[in-house]
């Protein structure tokens, strides 16, 4: 079920003046478990079972781990559950790509080999709930927290359906001591949360949706090579499309939880306006960042052991990884590489620079953000291209290096150039604005009359767009 | 733990009470506007929209329109219903496709006991590649309708149809980027005139339509005419032969058999479009043959003064103005017929 969709919106009212009915929190937290299967199974149902494998595993292991005697069980048990979440992600998401990757390799010693296509359906939002149960289990394994109680408060940790499909991805830390008493939204919660789903939808129908996909569309699916002209601005309007829409998903999400009584912790904090890759990883789907940091680059020893070179590595492979978990594809691995890269130049150029207090200076400081946002763009061909070869084409016609760079023939429409660069200046604007800020602050500050304008320009053109436009689903759906 | 951010605070039930009046204010006030801008409400057609209507198909009180764009330009359901009270119209016609594998799905369909007209086109029928064309909308229906992950499709199309029915904002015409686009390109958005409504009837409004743009339609429409027509040839008649005392006989005695009905109804086309019609495919060798072989009533325009005053200014398809006056006299002659 997408939040984009009328189905939601009855499913969600439904779910909100039930669960406000009723006055047992265990009974309203068992009431919220069974619609947020209720919520995945409209996609697949029989695919609600993974999910019952992952939290039925996960919910033992934990256990087994809290009581194992020795270091070694403990971790036979932590790999036990490694290899049940992995092995489902790797099964569904990855086989068919390393069955492609084996049979280019055979082809190329000449070996004919042509296994049959293995037709696997990839499960909604795989990777964002094996992550969740995964530092439930290491964080046990690592003695920061303890097993949980109560197995309906953790299987409802994993499922709760606002975040279950494509994030925020949530630690057991975050979510569980908030199902310990008694949660209902207050007034303040619900006005806001519903602010934030319109928002959230807003940014998703109306912006990515509406305005931006095609734009993006009619360069990327082209067929053609675009000039050097165009190509930058439908890559700007892409960065604007996937930001409108993964942080729309994210802010809907938010807003749908708090609406239940529960707080989900931010996704997005306005990245085009991060100065520096570090930077933009803290502010760029933060919950992926923060959890690669926590369980696989601090894992990797992070920056602490055997000098600079080791640094580097840790880092590189942490977003060679991020770069895998948003697809099987190569293009994807080539994604994190290539931010891997600009982490390790970022950490170079850093020692080189120093702590003067012009790098501070706002001049400098937009200069070194539209940096970031250039280089960012520029690693944005192989996130949205079909392939590495069409991701070469584009990124060569980026930097003028394609013969047709500056000779195609125009691909976009005057109208379109305009809508692009209209939409990418105001979001860039708006993220500088709002940089060291948050939403809450911002509406905090104007008046209520002014709040109930802008919620209502943003619904009634969601509403018009949604009705109007094409469906299309949340690209973060895919991984 | 998260920290607990700072929620607005607000008197909220103001807040969100002015903000629903003045989204319904947008609406009402842009529907307004679009409206005297000549702007109509238009759903957009889908393979779930034709399936929601072939599912209703079922009892004994039905009446199935089964056709290509004639029947879903110059047969109005709703006048239909009041021509029948009591009975059930489903409009399953569809633009630009012949029928034939709609028709062979309800005749082969043991619980469908309803009554089939069918606006059949002769050069469809004496044509061995007519037989598929919606052969995907069947097949969608009958795979992916009742399928619970489509459920959600189900429910969104019914609310999404029941909204664009009654609002022209909603209407892909007025498309937020066409809107931005036609603004900056200092152009005004023409209305469309070809609409479609919830129970998928299709009005064409050729009589709001500038004269210039029907003249245009038309001639589009008269180009696109074999410009040689050939005489009735042997090859034509035996393949319209074989489909009409084949494969219709067939079809007909089943549907028979379990009560239900079937009348061939020939639409009016006018012009170059009718003239090309009587030489290529002649009444007394193509339509006159179909009650002949089969036993199936038909309905020619060209038999009934009350169906033959119309003038289709595309040479193909009614007037919109013209569609109740002609639905209501079709209505009493098919009572008639099926007495």
């Excluded at chain 1, 129908?205 to 360069?219: H, K, N, S, Y």
């Excluded at chain 1, 529960?262 to 960042?289: E, Q």
């Excluded at chain 1, 070194?368 to 192989?382: E, H, I, K």
Aim: hydrophobic share 45%; glycine share 6%.
């Amino acid at each position: 079920m997408l939040f984009n969709s009328s189905t939601f919106i009855i499913f969600f009212c439904i779910v909100l003046i039930i669960s406000r009915c009723i006055g047992s929190w265990t009974v309203r937290k068992g009431f919220l478990l069974v619609v947020s299967y209720i919520f995945y199974a409209a996609w697949n149902p029989p695919l609600v079972m993974l999910l019952w494998v992952s939290t039925i595993a996960d919910w033992f292991c934990a256990q087994r781990i809290h009581t194992a005697p020795t270091k070694r069980i403990r971790k036979l048990i932590l790999l036990i559950s490694l290899g049940i979440n992995l092995g489902l992600l790797g099964f569904f998401k990855y086989s068919g790509f390393l069955m492609d990757n084996f049979v280019y390799l055979m082809n190329l010693l000449q070996i004919e080999f042509s296994p049959a296509s293995p037709n696997i359906i990839l499960p909604m939002g795989i990777s964002f709930y094996t992550f969740q149960t995964l530092s439930y289990t290491i964080d046990i394994y690592r003695g920061r927290s303890k097993p949980w109680p109560s197995f309906l408060d953790y299987a409802l940790y994993v499922t709760f359906f606002p975040q279950l499909v494509a994030g925020p991805i949530v630690r057991a830390a975050q979510f569980l001591p908030q199902c310990a008493e008694q949660n209902k939204a207050t007034s303040d919660q619900i006005s806001w949360g519903l602010t934030l789903l319109v928002i959230g939808l807003f940014s998703k129908v109306v912006i990515a949706d509406g305005l931006t996909a095609p734009i993006v569309e009619q360069v990327y699916d082209s067929g053609k090579v675009p000039g050097m002209y165009h190509v930058w601005v439908a890559t700007c309007v892409f960065s604007i499309q996937l930001f409108c829409d993964f942080a729309g998903y994210s802010t809907c999400a938010i807003g749908a939880a708090l609406c239940l009584g529960f707080k989900l912790p931010v996704n997005f904090r306005y990245p085009y306006a991060a100065i520096g890759f570090s930077d933009f990883w803290r502010r760029w789907h933060i919950t992926l960042s923060s959890w690669l940091r926590d369980y696989v680059y601090f894992a990797l020893g992070g920056s602490r052991r055997r000098g600079y070179a080791r640094t580097y590595i840790n880092q590189m492979i942490t977003m060679l990884l991020a770069g895998l978990w948003h697809g099987a594809a190569w293009t994807y691995v080539l994604f994190g590489g290539l931010h891997g890269f600009y982490i390790t130049v970022e950490r170079v150029l850093k020692g080189y620079l120093g702590h003067y207090s012009v790098w501070r200076l706002w001049p400098m400081r937009i200069f070194f953000m539209l940096l970031t946002y250039a280089g960012f763009v520029l690693s944005l061909p192989v996130f949205r291209s079909h392939d590495v070869s069409q991701a070469f084409t584009i990124i060569t016609s980026m930097i003028g290096l394609h013969p047709l760079s500056f000779q195609s023939e125009p691909i976009l429409y005057d109208h379109q150039v305009r809508i692009g660069i209209f939409c990418t200046a105001g979001i860039l604007i708006s993220h500088y604005l709002m940089r060291n800020s948050s939403l809450e602050e911002a509406f905090s500050r104007i008046h209520w009359s002014i709040r109930g304008v802008a919620v209502a320009v943003l619904a009634y053109l969601t509403l018009i767009s949604y009705y109007t436009g094409e469906d299309r689903a949340f690209i973060y759906f895919q991984f | 733990m998260i920290d607990k951010p700072n929620l607005p605070v607000a008197p909220h039930k103001y807040q969100w009470l002015f903000s629903i009046c003045l989204v319904v204010s947008l609406v009402i006030g842009s529907e307004w506007y679009w409206r005297t801008q000549g702007f109509m409400p238009r759903v957009v057609d889908s393979d779930m929209l034709w399936s929601i209507q072939r599912n209703r198909v079922y009892g004994d009180s039905t009446i199935v329109i089964v056709g290509s764009s004639r029947a879903q330009v110059g047969i109005d359901p709703e006048i239909m219903r009041l021509e029948y009270p009591g009975y059930k119209i489903v409009q399953l016609a569809k633009i630009g496709l012949p029928a034939f594998y709609t028709l062979q799905d309800l005749a082969n369909d043991p619980n469908f006991t309803g009554i089939i007209l069918y606006s059949a086109v002769v050069s469809f029928l004496a044509n061995e590649f007519y037989r598929r064309d919606q052969k995907y909308l069947v097949d969608y229906y009958h795979r992916e309708f009742f399928k619970f992950r489509n459920l959600k499709e189900r429910i969104d199309t019914h609310v999404r149809v029941f909204l664009q029915n009654y609002l022209a904002i909603l209407s892909q015409d007025l498309v937020l980027k066409k809107i931005v686009q036609w603004n900056l390109q200092n152009r005004q958005l023409t209305p469309n005139y070809y609409i479609l409504k919830a129970n998928r009837y299709r009005p064409v409004y050729y009589s709001k339509m500038p004269p210039e743009s029907v003249e245009r339609i038309r001639n589009r429409k008269i180009a696109a005419l074999t410009p040689n027509p050939k005489r009735a040839n042997n090859r034509r008649q035996r393949i319209f032969q074989e489909n009409i005392s084949q494969d219709l006989s067939h079809l007909y005695i089943h549907l028979r058999q379990r009560g239900g009905k079937l009348v061939f109804i020939r639409m009016p086309t006018s012009g170059p479009h009718w003239s090309q019609d009587t030489i290529t495919y002649p009444e007394w060798a193509y339509w006159n043959k179909i009650t002949e072989w089969t036993g199936i009533s038909t309905i020619h325009f060209r038999d009934y003064p009350e169906l033959l005053k119309y003038e289709c200014p595309d040479t193909s398809h009614l007037d919109a103005s013209d569609v109740p006056e002609f639905t209501r006299a079709l209505g009493r002659i098919i009572r008639t017929k099926l007495k």
